[in-house]
Nanobody, 121 residues
């Protein structure tokens, strides 16, 4: 059983910062790409940023220069530092990871439960 648990969401004023954390636990052999996605009310879930096991990052155009994704492989963790937050960043943020579990023959895609980020004055 593999589980992703996020933390760090909350309410912040425009221009403020938040740091999201996500840890994977359970019977894990190896984790490939990890990432953050978000879903605003009435909109589809969209990718925010991803990072490969080797540290290659990718960002949505809307967050480039403001958000930074990082990971700690020994801790099976991924982070999202969000700076210069805007009201349009308001959404539920989900952690995602591609994981080979112990005994698995195929990689599986796992999601966290989501954490609310609200940017408002």
């Amino acid at each position: 059983q593999v589980q992703l648990v996020e933390s760090g969401g909350g309410l912040v004023q425009p221009g403020g910062s938040l740091r999201l954390s996500c840890g994977a636990s359970g019977s894990i052999f190896i984790i490939n790409t990890m990432g953050w996605y978000r879903q605003a009310p009435g909109k589809q879930r969209e990718v925010v940023a991803t990072v490969t096991r080797g540290g290659i990052t990718n960002y949505a155009d809307s967050v480039k220069g403001r958000f930074t994704i990082s990971r700690d492989n020994p801790k099976n963790a991924v982070y999202l530092q969000m700076n210069s937050l805007k009201p349009e960043d308001t959404a539920v943020y989900y952690c995602n990871a591609e994981i080979y579990g112990l005994g698995d023959t195929n990689i599986r895609n796992y999601w966290g439960q989501g954490t609310q980020v609200t940017v408002s004055s």
